[in-house]
Nanobody, 120 residues
Framework: QVQLVESGGDLVQPGGSLRLSCAAS????????MGWYRQAPGKLRELVAT???????NYVDSVKGRFTISRNNAKRTMYLQMNALKPEDSAVYSC??????????????WGQGTQVTVSS
């Protein structure tokens, strides 16, 4: 059984910052590419950023220069540092990871999501 648990979502004023965390636990052999997605009401889910095991990152254009994705492989945790937040960043943020479990199977796993609201 593998679990991804996000934390760090909150209500913040425009221009503020938040740091999201995504912790993986369970019978894990290896974690490959991890990513953050977001979905606002009435909109499609959007890929925000990804990070590979080696630390290579990729971002959607709308967050470049404001968000930073990172991971600590030893702690099996991924982070999303969000600066200069805008109201349009408001959404439920979910983490996703490609994980090989101890039994050798490879699957994609999702967290339950954490709400980020940017409003004055």
């Amino acid at each position: 059984q593998v679990q991804l648990v996000e934390s760090g979502g909150d209500l913040v004023q425009p221009g503020g910052s938040l740091r999201l965390s995504c912790a993986a636990s369970g019978s894990i052999f290896n974690i490959y590419t991890m990513g953050w997605y977001r979905q606002a009401p009435g909109k499609l889910r959007e890929l925000v950023a990804t990070v590979t095991t080696g630390g290579t990152t990729n971002y959607v254009d709308s967050v470049k220069g404001r968000f930073t994705i990172s991971r600590n492989n030893a702690k099996r945790t991924m982070y999303l540092q969000m600066n200069a937040l805008k109201p349009e960043d408001s959404a439920v943020y979910s983490c996703n990871a490609a994980i090989r479990t101890a039994d050798g199977r490879m699957n994609m796993y999702w967290g339950q999501g954490t709400q980020v609201t940017v409003s004055s």
